[in-house]
């Protein structure tokens, strides 16, 4: 069974003063999700706050743990091998879990539970999510250029490209930086 759906990360609303097509619309609806979902994808996690949320991961012998989403908010629980610790300290913009006594045991199963993300989506990225919404809407991507008659109409470069460069620099304020590029 699927989860819940991800919150939009703009409102209807804001989408709607540049398409005037009504909050309800099927299709602005789905262009809102589609590049909400477009942004999470692009930061890798899902902005808005989860709370209790667990994850599983393998001690490496270091004394970081690098958590799945941030901001952290709370961290409630962190066992190591079913057994509780409270040795460690959150980073909390970064989504780093720095064991402060030692290292994270190599090949050890560490559970996490804690609450992460944002409870306000900041404007900027609000707006970027409604910029590539409206792109999303209008544009067949399968279509570069539309002739008819002496009418000729071509497609922004974002049509192909998928993103501007305010979409670009918005994901890098607010991406996790894992280092490996994937």
Known sequence: MAGPEPLLLAEPAQLDKFLKVG?????????????????????RHPVTRVTGDVEQHDGDGTNVLHLRAAPVVTVTLVEVDGVAVTDY??????????RTAG???????????YDHGLAVVPAEI??????????????????????????SVTFAATAAVGVTSQWSEVVAAYRLNRGDGS
Do not use: M
């Open 103 to 113: 290292c994270w045991p190599a090949d050890a199963e560490i559970d996490v539970t």
């Open 23 to 43: 909050v309800d619309d099927p299709q602005l609806l789905a262009a809102l999700h589609a590049a909400s979902n477009r942004f999470r994808g692009h930061v």
């Open 89 to 98: 300290k959150a980073l909390r913009r970064s989504g780093v879990l720095k």
């Open 126 to 151: 609000a707006e970027v999510v409604v910029d590539q919404a409206r792109v999303i809407y209008r544009v067949d991507p399968a279509i570069a250029q539309v002739s008819t008659g002496s009418d």
